[in-house]
Nanobody
Framework: VQLQASGGGLEQAGGSLRLSCAASGRTFSSYAMGWFRQAPGKEREFVAR????????YYADSVKGRFTISRDNAKNTVYLQMNSLKPEDTAVYYC????????????WGQGTLVTVSS
């Protein structure tokens, strides 16, 4: 599976952005999908995860209530809707694909930069 993330950019605090991650291949629906981020000088951290069919979602406490992960298996795409953005959301965001029922990820996208100004 090859993953291509897009949708990053510069946004003011309180604004919104929607990230997309397009996957190649016909096995997209076999994978759980996740979003991670890495801020400058910090380690990569988990943001959100969605099950294969989209019936279950999980979020980091720092984004719960502000971010929404979703997927469209017909389009081989996973999304991250980010609302009420904060400067601390500034990071490179990565999408990843992994087997269901585990916390592991096998495939990673190249990342898209989100910058939130105060």
């Amino acid at each position: 599976v090859q993953l291509q993330a897009s949708g990053g950019g510069l946004e003011q605090a309180g604004g919104s952005l929607r990230l997309s991650c397009a996957a190649s291949g016909r096995t997209f629906s076999s994978y759980a999908m996740g979003w991670f981020r890495q801020a400058p000088g910090k380690e990569r951290e988990f943001v959100a995860r969605i099950s294969r069919r989209g019936s279950s979602t999980y979020y980091a406490d720092s984004v719960k209530g502000r971010f929404t992960i979703s997927r469209d298996n017909a389009k081989n795409t996973v999304y991250l809707q980010m609302n009420s953005l904060k400067p601390e959301d500034t990071a490179v965001y990565y999408c990843a694909a992994g087997p269901p029922m585990t916390a592991e990820y096998e495939f990673w996208g190249q990342g898209t930069l989100v910058t939130v100004s105060s």
